[in-house]
C-alpha cells in the first residue's frame, strides 16, 4: 500500500506540472514527494516551488495582519465574539490561541528545505546541465522563503527551531524533537540564506506577474533591508536599500495626486482609477516589490475580504478612530483607505463589486514606499536629515501634490508671484513646504524618527507593519502601554501554542507566559 501512496503521488505531482495554469505561479498543491519516483527533472522541482508559495498563501492569509497590526494602535474590533482578536488588541494573548502556533511557517520551511537539498543533488547528477538560469531561479527563490518565513517567525517568537534539513513525514517538525534555537543563530542563517538567494535571482522575470509574486533579487534587497533595520543594523539597510531605489526601471511610485482632478470634490469610487488605488485593488504594480498572489479561478482568496470589508457586523476589524482622525482633510489616501469613517476599504473597490469573485485581493509584503520610508529612518539614524527629508518629501508629494510657493517678482502688484499647482496648500506652508522641512530639521533625532513612523502608520497602514514597527524602534510599550496596559518587555513576543508543546516537550514556553 505504500508503494502504491507513492506512486500516486509521484503521478499527481507530475500531472500537475504538465497541466496549463494562468496564474503567475503555476500552482501544484501537492506538496510531499517521494524520493523514489521525484526531483528527476527540472520540472518537478519547479512544481515543488509553487507549493512552497501555495502553502505561504495560507500561512499569511490573514495572519499578515493578526501578527503584523493587531496588537498595534489603527484597529479596533466592531464584534465582540472574535476572541482572537479582542484578545490581540486587548493585549490578554494565551497559548491556546491559533495565532500562537507557528506549524503554518514551518510547512513553508520544510518545503523551501525539500528544495534546497534536492535541486543541488539533481545539479551533482547532471539533470540541470546547461540550465543554470533555472537551477539559480528554483534554488534562490527556496532559500529567500526560507530566510523570510524565519524572519517574521523571530520577529513574532523570539527563538525558533532551526531546521535547515527535509523532513519527510509530512513536515512535522516535532518529529524531529527539536529545541528552540537561539535567535543570534537563527539572524545568521537568515543572513546566509538571504545573501545567496541575492547573488542567484535575477531582477525580474518575463512575465510581469512573476517578477511581483515571486522573488527577485529587489525581492531579496527589500528583506535584507527589514532584516537589517530589524537589527538596527542601518548601515546596512542603506546599502540594500539603495539598491532597490536605483532600480528605476523596475521600481516606481504609484501616481496618486493629480494637479487636473479635485479628487476631494467628486464621488470617492474615483480614487480607484488612481494607480494608487489600483496597486490594492488589483495588484501587480511598479511600486510593488513582493507580494503573495491570491486568483479566484485558481481558488485561493487572500481573506482581506473577511478582515476589513465584510460590511457592518461582519468585518473582522475597523479602523481605531484615533487613528482615522490623523488623515487630514486634503490627505487623499483618506479616500483610498476607507470607504466611511472607520470602515477599511485599501484593497477593494469604493462602489459596488463581486465578493465572490473579487474576493482574491493580493497580500503586499514589501512596496517601494515602505523600503523608502525605512531608509529615511536610516538616515535620521545617520545624522543625514536632508536625505531623510528628501524621502519623506516624496511620499508625501504623492498624496498631496506639491506646496504652492511665493516667489519674489517685481512685475507683480504685491512683490510676488504665487506658483500654485495645488490650491489645497497655501505660501509654503504644506507638508511639503519649506517651513515643514525647518521644522523637521531641528527636531531631536527621536522626535524626527516619530515623524518617520507616523508617516509609515498613514501610508502602510492595514498592510501588517505597524506593530512591528513599534517593536522594532522600542516603542511599543510607550505608545501601548496606555491603550492595553503593555509594559513588560517579555509581553512583546507570542507566546507559543500549547499543542506546540505538547507534541515537542523540548520546547519552552516564552517566559511571560510560564
Same mark, same amino acid.
Not at 479628487?263 to 469610487?269: F, K, W
Not at 507534541?503 to 517566559?511: A, D, F, R, T
Given at each position: 500500500?505504500?508503494?502504491?501512496?507513492?506512486?500516486?503521488?509521484?503521478?499527481?505531482?507530475?500531472?500537475?506540472?504538465?497541466?496549463?495554469?494562468?496564474?503567475?505561479?503555476?500552482?501544484?498543491?501537492?506538496?510531499?514527494?517521494?524520493?523514489?519516483?521525484?526531483?528527476?527533472?527540472?520540472?518537478?522541482?519547479?512544481? #515543488?516551488?509553487?507549493?512552497?508559495?501555495?502553502?505561504?498563501?495560507?500561512?499569511?492569509?490573514?495572519?499578515?495582519?493578526?501578527?503584523?497590526?493587531?496588537?498595534?494602535?489603527?484597529? #479596533?474590533?466592531?464584534?465582540?465574539? !472574535?476572541?482572537?482578536?479582542?484578545? +490581540?488588541?486587548?493585549?490578554?494573548?494565551?497559548?491556546?490561541?491559533?495565532?500562537?502556533?507557528?506549524?503554518?511557517?514551518?510547512?513553508?520551511?520544510?518545503?523551501?528545505?525539500?528544495?534546497?537539498?534536492?535541486?543541488?543533488?539533481? @545539479?551533482?547528477?547532471?539533470?540541470?546541465?546547461?540550465?543554470?538560469?533555472?537551477?539559480?531561479?528554483? +534554488?534562490? =527563490?527556496?532559500?529567500?522563503? @526560507?530566510?523570510?518565513?524565519?524572519?517574521?517567525?523571530?520577529?513574532?517568537?523570539?527563538?525558533?527551531?532551526?531546521?535547515?534539513?527535509?523532513?519527510?513525514?509530512?513536515?512535522?517538525? !516535532?518529529? &524531529?524533537?527539536?529545541?528552540?534555537?537561539?535567535?543570534?543563530?537563527?539572524?545568521? =542563517?537568515?543572513?546566509? /540564506?538571504?545573501?545567496?538567494? @541575492?547573488?542567484?535571482?535575477?531582477?525580474?522575470?518575463?512575465?510581469?506577474k512573476r517578477t511581483r509574486a515571486t522573488l527577485t533579487k529587489g525581492g531579496i534587497d527589500a528583506i535584507l533591508t527589514d532584516y537589517y533595520m530589524w537589527r538596527n543594523n542601518v548601515d546596512s539597510a542603506l546599502i540594500f536599500s539603495r539598491n532597490?531605489?536605483?532600480?528605476?526601471?523596475?521600481?516606481?511610485?504609484?501616481?496618486?495626486?493629480?494637479?487636473?482632478?479635485?479628487?476631494?470634490?467628486?464621488?470617492?469610487?474615483?480614487?480607484? !482609477?488612481?494607480?494608487?488605488?489600483?496597486? &490594492?485593488?488589483?495588484?501587480?504594480?511598479?511600486?510593488?516589490?513582493?507580494?503573495?498572489?491570491?486568483?479566484?479561478?485558481?481558488?485561493?482568496?487572500?481573506?482581506?475580504?473577511?478582515?476589513?470589508?465584510?460590511?457592518?457586523?461582519?468585518?473582522?476589524?475597523?479602523?481605531?478612530?484615533?487613528?482615522?482622525?490623523?488623515?487630514?482633510?486634503?490627505?487623499?489616501?483618506?479616500?483610498?483607505?476607507?470607504?466611511?469613517?472607520?470602515?477599511?476599504?485599501?484593497?477593494?473597490?469604493?462602489?459596488?463589486?463581486?465578493?465572490?469573485?473579487?474576493?482574491?485581493?493580493?497580500?503586499?509584503?514589501?512596496?517601494?514606499?515602505?523600503?523608502?520610508? +525605512?531608509?529615511?529612518?536610516?538616515?535620521?539614524?545617520?545624522?543625514?536629515?536632508?536625505?531623510?527629508?528628501?524621502?519623506?518629501?516624496?511620499?508625501?508629494? @504623492?498624496?498631496?501634490?506639491?506646496?504652492?510657493?511665493?516667489?519674489?517678482?517685481?512685475?507683480?502688484?504685491?512683490?510676488?508671484?504665487?506658483?500654485?499647482?495645488?490650491? !489645497?496648500?497655501?505660501? /509654503?506652508?504644506?507638508?511639503?513646504?519649506?517651513?515643514?522641512?525647518?521644522?523637521?530639521?531641528?527636531?531631536?533625532?527621536?522626535?524626527?524618527?516619530?515623524?518617520?513612523?507616523?508617516?509609515r502608520q498613514k501610508e502602510l497602514c492595514f498592510e501588517g507593519k505597524r506593530w512591528f514597527d513599534l517593536v522594532r524602534t522600542g516603542k511599543a510599550i510607550s505608545v501601548m502601554g496606555p491603550i492595553n496596559g503593555l509594559n513588560n518587555p517579555e509581553?512583546?513576543?507570542?507566546?507559543?501554542?500549547?499543542?506546540?508543546?505538547?507534541?515537542?516537550?523540548?520546547?519552552?514556553?516564552?517566559?511571560?507566559?510560564?
Open positions: 500500500m505504500k508503494n502504491i501512496i507513492k506512486l500516486l503521488t509521484g503521478l499527481s505531482c507530475l500531472l500537475a506540472v504538465i497541466s496549463s495554469c494562468k496564474s503567475a505561479l503555476d500552482r501544484d498543491p501537492l506538496t510531499e514527494y517521494a524520493y523514489d519516483n521525484y526531483w528527476n527533472e527540472p520540472s518537478q522541482a519547479s512544481a #515543488a516551488l509553487s507549493g512552497a508559495y501555495f502553502r505561504l498563501q495560507s500561512t499569511l492569509n490573514t495572519e499578515f495582519v493578526l501578527y503584523g497590526e493587531a496588537r498595534a494602535d489603527m484597529l #479596533a474590533v466592531p464584534r465582540e465574539d !472574535n476572541v482572537t482578536n479582542l484578545a +490581540l488588541l486587548g493585549n490578554r494573548l494565551n497559548p491556546d490561541l491559533a495565532i500562537t502556533d507557528w506549524t503554518n511557517f514551518y510547512r513553508v520551511i520544510s518545503q523551501a528545505n525539500l528544495i534546497v537539498k534536492n535541486v543541488k543533488e539533481m @545539479r551533482e547528477r547532471g539533470i540541470y546541465a546547461n540550465q543554470t538560469t533555472e537551477y539559480n531561479r528554483v +534554488l534562490g =527563490q527556496a532559500l529567500g522563503l @526560507r530566510a523570510y518565513c524565519y524572519l517574521l517567525m523571530t520577529k513574532v517568537w523570539g527563538d525558533v527551531p532551526l531546521i535547515t534539513e527535509p523532513i519527510l513525514n509530512n513536515g512535522d517538525i !516535532n518529529s &524531529f524533537k527539536t529545541p528552540r534555537t537561539e535567535v543570534l543563530k537563527v539572524y545568521t =542563517q537568515i543572513a546566509t /540564506d538571504l545573501l545567496q538567494a @541575492r547573488d542567484l535571482l535575477p531582477a525580474s522575470y518575463t512575465d510581469a532597490i531605489l536605483d532600480n528605476t526601471a523596475q521600481y516606481r511610485l504609484a501616481a496618486l495626486y493629480d494637479p487636473t482632478i479635485d479628487y476631494l470634490s467628486r464621488p470617492q469610487v474615483d480614487i480607484d !482609477n488612481t494607480e494608487y488605488a489600483k496597486m &490594492f485593488i488589483d495588484g501587480f504594480s511598479q511600486e510593488s516589490i513582493f507580494e503573495i498572489e491570491y486568483s479566484f479561478d485558481e481558488g485561493t482568496t487572500s481573506g482581506l475580504l473577511a478582515l476589513f470589508a465584510g460590511g457592518d457586523g461582519v468585518a473582522q476589524f475597523v479602523a481605531n478612530a484615533n487613528f482615522a482622525s490623523k488623515f487630514s482633510s486634503t490627505d487623499l489616501r483618506n479616500l483610498t483607505n476607507f470607504r466611511s469613517s472607520v470602515q477599511i476599504f485599501k484593497q477593494f473597490p469604493k462602489g459596488t463589486f463581486d465578493r465572490n469573485t473579487q474576493n482574491d485581493k493580493n497580500v503586499i509584503l514589501y512596496r517601494l514606499a515602505d523600503i523608502m520610508l +525605512l531608509r529615511a529612518e536610516a538616515f535620521i539614524a545617520k545624522g543625514d536629515r536632508n536625505a531623510a527629508w528628501n524621502l519623506l518629501k516624496r511620499i508625501r508629494e @504623492r498624496t498631496f501634490g506639491p506646496v504652492e510657493i511665493q516667489t519674489p517678482n517685481s512685475n507683480s502688484p504685491t512683490g510676488y508671484v504665487i506658483n500654485n499647482p495645488n490650491p !489645497n496648500n497655501k505660501f /509654503d506652508t504644506g507638508p511639503t513646504g519649506s517651513i515643514e522641512m525647518a521644522a523637521f530639521m531641528a527636531l531631536p533625532r527621536n522626535a524626527a524618527i516619530d515623524v518617520i513612523l507616523e508617516e509581553n512583546i513576543l507570542f507566546p507559543i501554542n500549547l499543542n506546540v508543546i505538547r507534541l515537542n516537550p523540548s520546547i519552552e514556553q516564552n517566559n511571560f507566559y510560564k
